[in-house]
């Protein structure tokens, strides 16, 4: 199992690096990254959320209406995003008890590189594209609360102040 490290940890906020090097490490890496996930009951992960600054990330929405997964997606880009936009309810691993509404393109069409270094394009929609952009975000080092409502970070506000002493106390 890995730790999930939690905002404010300064690597969510790093440009993640692109992977040139597909070999068992990686292999290893995602499905600890799966592991990790599900342990915490999330839908999604990205590398950096466990301190590993690299563009991966994992998805299963199995569970959920119109499942899809498990999936994991390396060096993973959004070539397209309808201008038809959705508002959700959000969370992040990286922000325990936070959540918040988020808008973002309804649908998606991703290129990425699958576990056999094929490359993949697919549409995505509704939950589906809602994680895959949530967790691409966070390759980009930009985190959920950077996309909410303003009505929505006055509601978290208090929420990430407890994280930031909560981090202070632990590093
Ligand atoms: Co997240």
Redesign the pocket.
């Known amino acids: 199992m890995l730790t999930i490290v939690h905002y404010p940890d300064p690597v969510l906020r790093l440009v993640a690096e692109e992977i040139d090097n597909i070999d068992a490490e990686l292999t290893t890496l995602i499905s600890d990254m799966f592991d990790t996930m599900y342990a915490a009951n999330g839908l999604?992960?990205?590398a950096p959320?466990i301190a590993i600054s690299k563009r991966l990330i994992v998805v299963d929405i199995s569970e959920e209406v119109g499942g899809i997964g498990p999936i994991a997606l390396i060096n993973p880009k959004i070539i397209w995003k309808s201008k038809n936009k959705e508002t959700c309810e959000e969370g992040?691993?990286?922000?325990p008890e936070v959540s918040a509404k988020v808008s973002r393109p309804a649908t998606i069409k991703v290129q990425a590189i699958d576990v056999e270094s094929n490359i993949i394009e697919f549409e995505a929609e509704g939950l589906f594209a809602r994680c895959i952009q949530?967790?691409i975000d966070?390759l980009d080092g930009i985190?959920?609360p950077d996309k909410v409502t303003l009505a929505g970070k006055f509601s978290i506000k208090s929420s990430l102040k407890v994280l930031e002493e909560e981090y202070k106390a632990n590093h």
């Open positions: 999604g992960l990205a959320q992040c691993l990286s922000f949530h967790e966070h985190l959920f």
